[in-house]
């Protein structure tokens, strides 16, 4: 989160400068930093006509934890460990404490949160708010699939304890519901044991994407956790050409003798840290291309069980602090783009099309996905691509519409959580779950005091909120 502290600051906020993670469409909100439950409750109680909204960590990518001209709600003060059963695998915690703080705790007593995203630097909040997905969806679903209660404080002062048993349409509708539901001030998680803080790695070259397909297809499910990565500038025969690596937690007696005296160790903080003021134009589409060949030339052709340890494997960008000012001062956009198990020419057609584009893709990585959770809950079964491109880069804006159209048509949809530049009208095909979310949403919060940029920009609500 940048901070530009301005004149005329709303009583108790400071008006602040925010953006996404990709650094795109900043725009000013009065930001508060309560540490009770009761101070949000006020919070809420005394929003103003551009209304509110809860952030976390500020990892959402685009637009979806900032409120132009409104208020919002800094959760990380709240940040309490309330309870942590060893013995049954289940932790009660504050919405503001970070997986890399849960990290932390349950690690070293042999328990892991069994749905990680990217990075650790992600509030329980913001996971349950994107109901966000890991390496693991095709096996173990979604972060909200792993989440038993929560209680949620709605604008009009009710504190909800919500179940998926007790209370479906409030848990369908704030799992992935990107915080317009209201705030949620904590949670309860089931985690999964964990005898080491290591992982079992297959990796294996594919020379195209309909290698990569097949090889994923037919024994990704015989691996708790699957990613690839592409070389997106690849074309001809060698479109789509992958890195297909294959993961499950390590065994203590698979360990050699060193390193099983810590077997159960926390992730480390990062050491380095992108420098700032970086130009625009640094990932250049040789830099790129000179990239993709030295990191597809040093992958093994096939490798079989390769120890690695654990924030490795997940988190290998949290390694470099602040990497995404890489990209310069505009900032990067990520395309992540789900499409259902049959649609995988609508696949291939987008990654021929972003090979031939004058924007570069920096970054591509492909996963397999099961059903989702909530209403608005991004996964369905089948793929995900997630795409990264300069914000700058030309063409851009040309591409992307395209692969909307494409998306849609395929009955796919776009990740919200990532997304900075969708156009509305295509909200709704992607999300035919939408109209019933705001049913849900409305009985929650009838003044529509929840507000995002992201709402407004989408025009998700139908009740006049988004203007």
Not at 96 to 108: C, H, K, R
Not at 138 to 153: I, K, N, Q, S, T
Not at 391 to 405: C, N, Q, S, Y
Request: charged share 20%.
């Amino acid at each position: 989160m940048s901070r530009s502290p301005e004149q005329s600051a709303p009583p108790g906020g400071i008006r602040t400068s925010l953006t996404g993670w990709g650094r795109t469409a900043p725009s000013v909100a009065a930001v508060h930093g309560p540490r009770t439950a009761a101070h949000v409750a006020e919070l809420l109680r005394g929003a103003g006509a551009r209304g509110i909204l809860a952030r976390g960590l500020g990892r959402a990518y685009g637009d979806a934890a900032q409120n132009a001209g409104g208020e919002v709600v800094a959760m990380t003060g709240l940040c309490a460990v309330h309870a942590l059963d060893a013995a049954a695998g289940r932790v009660e915690l504050d919405a503001g404490v970070s997986l890399d703080a849960l990290l932390a705790l349950t690690i070293p007593r042999g328990w892991l949160p069994p749905v990680l995203p990217g990075t650790r630097h992600v509030t329980v909040g913001g996971a349950i708010a994107s109901d966000v997905h890991g390496k693991n969806h095709h096996r173990d679903g979604g972060f909200c699939d792993h989440v038993e209660a929560f209680e949620l404080l709605t604008p009009g002062g009710d504190r909800l304890a919500v179940t998926p048993g007790a209370t479906p349409d409030a848990f369908a509708a704030t799992a992935g519901g990107i915080g317009l539901t209201g705030v949620v001030l904590r949670a309860t998680l089931r985690l999964t044991p964990l005898e080491t803080a290591w992982m079992a790695v297959d990796t294996e070259r594919a020379p195209d994407l309909d290698a990569l397909l097949e090889l994923m297809a037919s024994d990704d499910d015989a691996h708790r956790y699957s990613v690839a990565w592409l070389d997106c500038l690849a074309r001809g025969r060698r479109l789509g050409r992958s890195v297909l690596t294959r993961g499950d937690h390590a065994r203590a007696a698979q360990l050699p003798a060193a390193a099983g005296r810590d077997a159960l160790h926390p992730p480390a903080p990062a050491r380095l840290a992108a420098p700032t003021g970086l130009p625009g134009g640094l990932l250049s589409r040789p830099a790129i291309a000179a990239f993709n060949e030295a990191r597809f030339r040093r992958a093994p052709r096939l490798e079989r069980g390769r120890l690695q340890p654990l924030a490795s494997y997940f988190f290998s960008l949290d390694a470099l602090r602040g990497w995404n000012r890489l990209y310069g001062p505009r900032g990067f956009v990520q395309y992540q783009l789900a499409v259902p198990r049959g649609a995988e020419e609508t696949l291939r057609t987008i990654v021929e099309r972003t090979s031939r584009a004058r924007a570069a893709c920096c970054l591509a990585v492909l996963k397999r996905m099961g059903p989702a959770r909530g209403l608005l809950s991004f996964p369905q079964e089948g793929w995900t691509l997630a795409l990264d491109f300069p914000a700058a880069a030309p063409g851009l804006r040309e591409l992307l519409d395209g692969f909307d159209e494409l998306v849609a048509h395929a009955g796919g949809r776009v990740y919200l959580a990532k997304d900075a530049r969708l156009r509305p009208e295509l909200v709704r095909a992607m999300y035919p779950q939408l109209p019933r979310w705001n049913a849900i949403r409305a009985q929650l919060d009838p003044d529509a005091t929840m507000r995002s940029d992201l709402a407004r920009r989408l025009r998700l609500t139908d009740d006049g909120a988004g203007a």
